[in-house]
């Protein structure tokens, strides 16, 4: 059930952009994950449901040496 909520209208909805960005020439496109921008934050527990409200801190990230942005 997930994976017909959650995976496949991911997978379209990038194929839909790539297939977009193919036609208009484009040279490069950077996909990224939702969850890499939102889940490293001190907020950030197993007990808790991400939301738009636990975007990743960039001290935080750099302390930890967990993101790229360092």
């Known amino acids: 059930m997930w994976q ?3 995976i496949e209208p991911a997978v379209k909805g990038t194929l839909n952009v790539l297939a ?3 036609k208009a020439h484009t040279w490069r496109v950077v996909l990224t994950s939702s969850v890499a921008a ?3 934050t001190p907020k950030c527990t197993p ?3 991400l939301d738009e409200s636990f ?3 960039e001290d935080y990230c750099r302390e930890r040496k967990v993101c790229w942005i360092y």
């Open 55 to 57: 975007w990743s801190e």
């Open 20 to 22: 977009s960005c193919a």
């Open 4 to 6: 017909a909520q959650f």
């Open 38 to 40: 939102i889940n490293h």
């Open 47 to 49: 007990d808790v449901v």
